[in-house]
């Protein structure tokens, strides 16, 4: 981009792809004709299904041709995350599609590591995105499930405008800035470029409680049965989470890993546009 490119192409799964998004964020918001495009080579791909990319390589490469020809783009909101490390600084990352705390935060400690990296292609290939996404899932939930036992919990006030609610303990946290398609159907029919995020808060139930969250998660109606299962819904374009303690914390930054320390704030950052088919 310092040499004057407007079009970058990701070729990998979600994490590479906002990692090189992070790249068009680095200093100022990107460009308006910069574009950025999805190459889908990885097993966590949902913005390159939402941008009609498909899966085969010669295809996918004709269709983005295409697309840069013409300018075919659609629009996304860029949501900033801002958290405070064990190093006592604050750190920004930028994100497309979905982040998340608790048992989604947990999800990449066990989908992103070298090891799993071995089996998450066969997992990929045989269940389609889903299957390393379930696989992470349930081992983020035993772990969860592990450090109750030990007494390790964490409660969450959540702050955004309209919206102040005293600490929980959640199982889940989870932040959409828009519909990720029929894979991930929790944000349904909330656009990309909407200007504000949705908020999931799914409440600890228990293990039986935790499931019934999951499966209407997965089915799309969550909506229909928010009060019965403990989940709270809204949309905002500033988020505020303050935990009760000063403990280290995972969250899911789409795909990527993190650590935090302390209050962390999720904001609409910036638009990008994206290559679509």
């Not at 702050?159 to 929790?186: Q, S």
Request: positive net charge.
């Amino acid at each position: 981009m310092n040499q004057g490119a407007k079009i970058i192409v990701s070729a990998g799964g979600a994490g590479t792809f906002n990692s090189v998004l992070e790249g068009c964020c680095y200093d100022q918001p990107p460009a308006a004709d910069l574009r950025l495009a999805f190459l889908r080579k990885g097993s966590a791909d949902l913005i390159g299904k939402v941008l009609n990319i498909p899966d085969e390589l010669g295809p996918a490469v004709q269709i983005l041709t295409e697309g840069i020809i013409n300018d075919k783009t659609i629009e996304s909101d860029i949501l900033e995350v801002e958290a405070g490390a064990l190093d006592g600084k604050s750190h920004k990352f930028h994100m497309i599609g979905f982040g998340g705390i608790g048992v989604f935060g947990d999800i990449p400690y066990f989908t992103e590591s070298r090891f799993i990296k071995y089996y998450k292609g066969i997992l990929g290939y045989l269940f389609g995105d889903r299957g390393p996404f379930l696989t992470g899932a349930n081992l983020a939930f035993i772990k969860r499930c592990l450090d109750r036992l030990i007494g390790k919990r964490m409660k969450f006030r959540v702050v955004a405008e309209g919206v102040d609610l005293p600490f929980k303990d959640y199982m889940n946290i989870i932040v959409m800035n828009g519909d990720l398609g029929k894979h991930f159907p929790i944000a349904r029919g909330v656009p990309l470029a909407s200007g504000d995020f949705q908020v999931t808060l799914m409440e600890d139930k228990g293990t039986i409680g935790a499931y019934r969250q999951m499966i209407h998660a997965w089915k799309g109606d969550l909506e229909s049965y928010k009060e019965r299962l403990g989940v709270y819904i809204f949309r905002t374009n500033k988020l505020r989470l303050i935990p009760d303690t000063d403990s280290e914390y995972f969250y899911n930054l789409d795909g990527l890993l993190k650590k935090a320390v302390g209050p962390i704030e999720y904001r609409v950052f910036s638009r990008i546009k994206l290559i679509t088919g």
